[in-house]
């Protein structure tokens, strides 16, 4: 396809949607949700005369059944947003200021690509002084890294890692069961016993929450593992409240217990497992008093969770670990999801096909995925540009030239993403994309807290807009999500955008031109029957049902590790221990509470945060704390409190409640920084310290003070 001609196309589409659904006027389009949640929803769209109307979930589609979300099903007020950004904007202010003014894409796009361009042209490493910054704004493989993967990689840009969410986890998983994979999502419905292990599913993963409900009709016991008393928490048996970070002492802790009363399946361990012995002694170090002062609970609670997890084995009963990322977002993430993951292995759940753990189901599309055709990693040509970590921006965003950081950053083109309001630190990052010589280009629906401080703000489409195709790390369908409204104003789909930069920057390659239906297209290609997307907008994967009931784990013993020949090359620890967080509840007099940053509910990172329904039901920002810290502190609900640290200070309404536990406060997170009480949000007290493997951030790893604010402006 000609540049010029994606619109004409995208209008084709949306004549082909409107002849497929014949009617009074009204079409229904299939879509799928692009936001970064593992449920991963199959949207339908309902048009009338060109204008969306109404999206509901799919009943056709297995998974969604029809539900939504709050937030999802409120996808047509934030697609006709009044502050929609429609047209491109020039800033004509000082960085941060917020201050633009209208130009056109021609103006636009010729004076990016000149100046990208002119920095590329330094040298033979210059390209690196361009930092692509981008994550799951959208989770689909289209307008996420395909023609965006393709411009950097032939423009020679830095790399970036993209850490930001899951990659502790992630590594945790890879180097014990051997990738992200784990027991099917529907399953659970027929669990005996389920533990939700960091995760708020009410919240964060609704329809796996719809299985835990179905299984707990059914007489399963639900146990929530968090240190806030979530809403999850509220409906399920029991709920043990551990110091965040300490994760891997109670698996271990549980792990003493079913060795101490041989609640083990020996034939699983022996067929199926590597390093058994070196793992039993290590969990024989952790009895259950250790465990107990190490996470702050009770022995009580330790002691009875073996008890029902051992029982399972002892008659047959499935039990299935649901984890999510929150847990993970600390020094020692990697080390506690690997010490979780171990688990199932020690009474053969994985036998059951409702047994096992599930963290992320990305594994399942990994070969199945053209990753390499989307994002063309050989358009580098040999060359190996540095990698720079999206955690760390802060920092790197003021980093001076040298021999082993390469050249300073120059430019940075942001797309899915809002770095100045998710990324931590937020006061270094805040420096950073200030630097008035700093060239920012952001992709962009609204007026973010990043885009105050870009040079142009490009509009970018929605959903509802575009083609795009998509993969879950929650359940094992790909989706197809087809254009259901023509853009609005001059918005353009990101991919559109990349080529015409492309374009401008005189790539010649052919794979510049490719259109998006095309891209959808090949993103599975082979391995999925594209026509079956097309009629019903969804398509399983072939997959066992219990799929290491035999073993079989893809690993490179094709064994559950315990021991992991692979970390201890690498010169870490083989086997999964308790590593202490970088900021230990204890270890400061001056920062004595441990804080966590969970979702607040009717947000999504920091998206919705500016749909006006959304922010009335989620009210202000807010900070959790348990009464016996209140009652220290003199602070009441409804009080403006100032809570901080060395790295800055966050004003916000203060709650006295139960769902914090003593010592720990919940600032629940992300709002944007400009529609906070001072400027700033919960991201302002977070650090840029990494977790012990897959580089991650440490959110939940922070210590800080609160006192009733003295004023607020």
């Known amino acids: 396809m000609k540049v010029a001609g994606w619109r004409q196309a995208n209008d084709r589409q949306m004549m082909a949607n409107r002849s497929a659904n014949p009617g009074d006027g009204a079409q229904t389009v299939i879509g799928a949700c692009p936001h970064d949640c593992p449920d991963t929803c199959s949207l339908l769209t309902t048009v009338q005369d060109g204008t969306a ?37 020039k800033r004509n202010g000082p960085k941060g200021s917020g201050q633009f003014v209208p130009v056109s894409w021609e103006e636009a796009l010729d004076d990016i690509a000149r100046r990208l361009a002119a920095i590329a042209q330094r040298g033979p490493d210059a390209a690196q002084a361009i930092l692509p910054y ?9 307008q996420g890294e395909s023609m965006a993967a393709r411009f950097f990689h032939k423009l020679g840009a830095s790399l970036l890692e993209r850490t930001i969410c899951s990659t502790a986890g992630g590594e945790g998983l890879v180097h014990t069961l ?23 599913s009410i919240t964060s993963n ?48 549980l792990m003493h217990e079913l060795i101490r009363n041989d609640w083990l399946d020996h034939d699983y361990l022996q067929r199926y497992t590597l390093g058994w012995e070196a793992l039993r002694a290590r969990a024989l170090q952790w009895p259950p008093e250790r465990a107990a002062q190490v996470c702050g609970i009770d022995v009580q609670q330790i002691t009875a969770l073996a008890r029902d997890y051992g ?25 506690a999801v690997r010490a979780i993951a171990c688990l199932p292995a020690l009474i053969g759940a994985w036998r059951h096909r409702a047994g096992g753990l599930l963290l992320s189901s990305s594994g399942a599309f990994a070969a199945a995925a053209n990753k390499a055709a989307l ?23 003021l980093r001076a030239a040298s021999a082993d950081f390469g050249p300073a950053i120059d430019a940075v083109v942001v797309y899915n993403s809002n770095p100045v309001a998710v990324a931590p630190d937020s006061a270094q990052v805040v420096a950073g994309f200030a630097r008035e010589d700093l060239f920012t280009v952001v992709l962009e629906h609204f007026q973010t807290d ?48 990349f080529r015409e930069l492309a374009a401008r920057m005189g790539f010649t390659e052919s794979c510049f031109t490719e259109d998006d239906e095309s891209l959808c297209r ?15 907008g969804f398509a399983p994967m072939a997959l066992a049902d219990a799929p290491f009931a035999q073993g079989g784990f893809p690993t490179p013993s094709g064994r559950c590790e315990f021991f992991s020949e692979r970390l201890a090359a690498q010169g870490y620890d083989g086997l999964p221990d308790h590593v202490p967080n970088h900021e230990t509840v204890g270890s400061s007099s001056t920062y004595p509470l441990a804080m966590i940053s969970p979702p607040a509910r009717n947000f999504l990172n920091s998206s919705f945060v500016n749909v006006d329904s959304l922010r009335q039901m989620e009210g202000e920002p807010i900070l959790e704390i348990h009464p016996v810290d209140a009652q220290a502190r003199k602070v009441q609900s409804g009080a403006v409190v100032r809570v901080f640290n060395q790295r800055g200070e966050y004003h916000c309404k203060c709650v006295v409640s139960p769902r914090a536990r003593p010592g720990v406060v919940n600032g629940l997170g992300v709002w944007w920084r400009k529609l906070g009480l001072a400027g700033s949000n919960v991201n302002q007290l977070t650090s840029q310290k990494l977790t012990d493997m897959g580089h991650g951030p440490t959110f939940y790893d922070c210590l800080v003070e609160v006192e009733v604010a003295a004023s607020c402006s």
């Open 53 to 89: 109307c109404a999206v509901h979930g799919n009943p056709a589609h297995p998974h969604t059944a029809g539900v939504l979300c709050t937030k999802v099903a409120r996808y047509p007020e934030r697609t006709y947003h009044p502050q929609r950004i429609l047209h491109p904007l």
């Open 450 to 497: 990043t885009a105050d401080y870009a040079d142009y703000i490009l509009p970018a489409t929605t959903q509802l807009e575009h083609w795009d195709i998509h993969s879950s790390y929650g359940h094992t369908d790909v989706l197809l999500n087809r254009p259901a409204i023509a853009p609005l104003g001059e918005a353009k789909p990101n991919a559109q955008i």
């Open 178 to 200: 051997g990738g992200k994979l784990g027991t099917r999502v529907q399953f659970f419905a027929e669990s005996r016993l389920i533990l939700i292990w960091g995760s708020n």
């Open 206 to 253: 609704l329809h796996f929450w719809r299985y835990a409900q179905e299984a707990k009709r059914q007489g399963a016991k639900l146990i929530c593992i968090d240190p806030r008393k979530s809403e999850t928490a509220d409906k399920c048996h029991e709920h043990i409240a551990l110091l965040p970070g300490t994760d891997a002492a109670l698996a271990l802790a």
């Open 375 to 397: 994002q063309r990693p050989d358009l580098l040509a040999g060359r190996t540009p540095r990698s720079i970590n999206m955690v760390t921006i802060g920092d790197d965003l």
């Open 134 to 142: 981008s994550y799951a704004g959208t989770m689909g493989l289209v």
């Open 522 to 536: 090949t993103a599975f290609a082979g391995t999925v029957d594209f026509e079956l997307l097309l009629r019903q």
């Open 311 to 335: 029982s399972c084995m002892q008659h047959g009963e499935p039990a299935a670990i649901r984890l999510n990322y929150g847990m993970q977002r600390v020094h020692g993430g990697g080390n």
